[in-house]
């Protein structure tokens, strides 16, 4: 089981990236798959995640309104779309499958997730 992060990189205040998730061993449709990150200093904080089951999403506050997850499963690829970006999301995002095909509690904690990937860096200057 391969879980591989892309599309992170440095943008202003304001601008937008997409990550993706792809994944290799399973199949997404599977699994609830999530987003986290974690900034220099700062523990790992839950993004977003959607439930394979029947595409329920979930975000943090921090975030609702400016990100959107999404997949594709024909290409076992999820996304999060980051719009209207601020230097407070700086940080290194992962993406984790679970091994349920919902998102347990909301999906937005570490701990109900068995499968991590290496991380990509976001930075967002001011």
């Known amino acids: 089981v391969q879980l591989v992060e892309s599309g992170g990189g440095l943008v202003q205040a304001g601008g937008s990236l997409r990550l993706s998730c792809a994944a290799s061993g399973f199949h997404f449709d599977d699994h609830a798959i999530g987003w986290f990150r974690q900034a220099p200093g700062k523990e790992r904080e839950g993004v977003s995640c959607?439930?394979?089951?029947?595409?329920?999403?979930y975000y943090t506050d921090s975030v609702k309104g400016r990100f959107a997850i999404s997949s594709d499963n024909a290409k076992n690829t999820v996304y999060l779309q980051m719009n209207s970006l601020k230097p407070e999301d700086t940080a290194v995002y992962y993406c984790?499958?679970?091994?349920?095909?919902?998102?347990?509690?909301?999906?937005?904690?570490?701990?109900?997730?068995?499968?991590w990937g290496q991380g990509t860096q976001v930075t967002v200057s001011s």
């Open positions: 984790a499958a679970e091994t349920y095909d919902y998102c347990i509690g909301g999906g937005l904690s570490p701990e109900v997730y068995d499968y």
């Open positions: 959607i439930s394979s089951s029947d595409g329920s999403t």
